[in-house]
């Protein structure tokens, strides 16, 4: 965090007499760019256009994350969805995960009104944070919920929080964002030596493997469809694979080796979110930020973080956000902050996005200092018209 991240639309094009061989030999000419065939027949990342179609009866169902991802494209320019952030930095329970926001799980989450009383909603997309190493190691001492942060390394392991989260009736959904450490070290440094983890059979990139693994082994177990942030604030020069050890073109390629190994792995509950930080502080050139795009058939959901006031105004001064819509993803704010000391509060960060930012369908406020229950506005926030909670999520997602 920077105070201390899809697979194109394609058509399979197939005569009428084709048959239903023919029409996977199609669909697996695209697996290279990251479309999986599911044991089910179902295909995660095809969107089938109006024409050409191929018969009916030959048509391969789009996998369930696309139900998600077609959504939140649906949504967008009219409603957006709220989001909070777990405080995983705080203990070792799911009372811990959830203590800024209203409950001791998810069926009881209530976000609290700022000073007295309670919103009587709960957010629609909940944060949470998972490391790597082995999944008995993530947990170690600090359990399935929480945190150890710094020391040796960093073991997160939102598993358990996720699992309750998702499991709720009405359920919400989950974003979970990962921080791979450096493999030379096993700890989150500034200087991972990003060329020899890209090089094929090198020792840095076999343990990277085994990180990436572990952490597939983790998301498998979610039972939904996750929004997974593979690196946080990708352009920022305080995070391991950020600015500062990676080149544009090194970062792009370490998102797609990400991808491409969890799709090994058989993970197939994961919609790809590209994350950057606003271009405002430490952080590189638009340029640069734009060429550290991994590509559309990697990625699923575009996002930036911001800490601001103003993060709409912000966005548009320094030329991120027309970028993000030139993707033609659905456009989320992963980490918004407006701290209580800012006058304008979360509410005005949200209208201020609203107008400035018209394509955002949702936005998950961080935890901490920044939490939406710990601040003057949270009650606006959530009644305000464009909001969905997570009560009013369709049964069918």
Request: charged letters at 10%.
């Amino acid at each position: 965090m920077s105070r201390k991240t899809n697979e194109p639309s394609q058509v399979i094009h197939e005569g009428v007499g084709s048959s239903r061989r023919d029409l996977l030999k199609g669909a697996l000419a695209v697996l290279g760019a990251g479309v999986l065939i599911q044991p089910n027949g179902g295909v995660s990342g095809v969107a089938f256009a109006d024409t050409p179609q191929p018969p009916a009866e030959l048509r391969i169902k789009p996998a369930a994350g696309q139900t998600l991802l077609k959504y939140m494209q649906s949504i967008a320019g009219s409603k957006i969805l709220l989001g909070q952030h777990a405080d995983f930095y705080s203990g070792a329970s799911l009372a811990n995960a959830y203590d800024q926001l209203g409950g001791t799980t998810a069926a009881t989450i209530n976000i609290p009104i700022y000073g007295d009383g309670s919103t009587g909603q709960a957010p629609a997309i909940l944060g949470v944070a998972m490391g790597n190493g082995t999944p008995g190691a993530i947990a170690g001492a600090s359990g399935t919920y929480s945190t150890v942060y710094g020391g040796s390394g960093i073991k997160m392991n939102g598993l358990g929080t996720a699992q309750d989260w998702v499991s709720t009736n009405p359920a919400g959904i989950v974003a979970v964002s990962a921080w791979f450490m450096d493999p030379a070290t096993n700890k989150l440094t500034t200087s991972p030596n990003v060329a020899s983890i890209l090089t094929t059979g090198s020792s840095l990139q076999t343990a990277f493997y085994a990180y990436v693994d572990s952490f597939a082994s983790l998301v498998k177990q979610i039972p939904a469809t996750v929004l997974l942030r593979p690196f946080v604030e990708f352009n920022g020069n305080w995070e391991t694979f950020g600015a500062s050890s990676a080149t544009p073109a090194q970062r792009a390629a370490l998102f797609q080796l990400v991808r491409a190994r969890m799709t090994a792995d058989g993970v197939t509950n994961v919609l790809y979110v590209w994350n950057v930080n606003d271009l405002v502080g430490d952080t590189e050139s638009l340029a640069n930020t734009e060429a550290s795009y991994p590509g559309s058939a990697y990625v699923d959901v575009v996002s930036w973080d911001i800490y601001s006031p103003i993060p709409g105004t912000s966005a548009v001064r320094t030329g991120l956000y027309a970028y993000l819509e030139t993707l033609g993803k659905p456009i989320i704010v992963f980490e918004a902050g407006a701290r209580v000391n800012n006058s304008a509060g979360p509410y005005t960060f949200l209208t201020d996005l609203i107008t400035n930012c018209p394509q955002v369908c949702a936005i998950i406020y961080w935890c901490q200092g920044w939490a939406l229950s710990g601040q003057p506005g949270s009650s606006q926030v959530v009644s305000a018209s464009q909001i969905i909670c997570r009560s009013a999520l369709p049964s069918w997602l």
